[in-house]
């Protein structure tokens, strides 16, 4: 998508504070972060939200998953953290390219 921010900071016209790359996924710290880490973690090819996803994507929905326990573990952070997706702007979700949130550092409510 042309205007899209997070495909932007794909193809580096914006920069990004990169933590974890595959040929599929991306993750970069958030620009405002509501924790002590707090990343973003995408899916290289744009989705406006998770309910985007087909039975064809099985394999990069799972990839997903799995990325978000490495990127966890690589930030030190491994069986401590929050992983968040807003789907759609009634869930609070402001960019429309599908991403989750992963968040730690901080006590969180139970
Ligand atoms: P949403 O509300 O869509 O689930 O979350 C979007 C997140 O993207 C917000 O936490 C916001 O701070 C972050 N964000 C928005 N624009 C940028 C940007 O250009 N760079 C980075 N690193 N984060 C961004
Ligand atoms: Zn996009």
Redesign the pocket.
């Known amino acids: 998508m042309d205007d899209c ?1 997070f495909c932007k ?1 794909v193809r580096g016209e ?1 920069p ?2 990169v933590v974890y790359e595959t040929a599929d996924l991306l993750a ?5 972060p ?1 924790a002590p880490t707090h990343v ?1 973690l995408i899916p290289k090819k744009h989705f406006t939200f998770l309910d985007e996803l087909q039975r064809d994507d099985l394999k990069l929905a799972g990839e997903l998953l799995l990325a978000a326990s490495e990127v966890a573990a690589k930030l030190g952070v491994a069986g401590a953290y929050k992983l968040v997706t ?1 789907c759609g702007e009634a869930a ?4 429309p390219h599908l ?1 989750f ?1 992963l968040l730690a550092g901080k006590k969180f409510a139970p």
Do not use: S
């Open positions: 921010v900071i914006l990004a504070d970069f710290r958030d620009i405002n509501q973003l807003n609070g979700q402001v960019v991403h949130h």
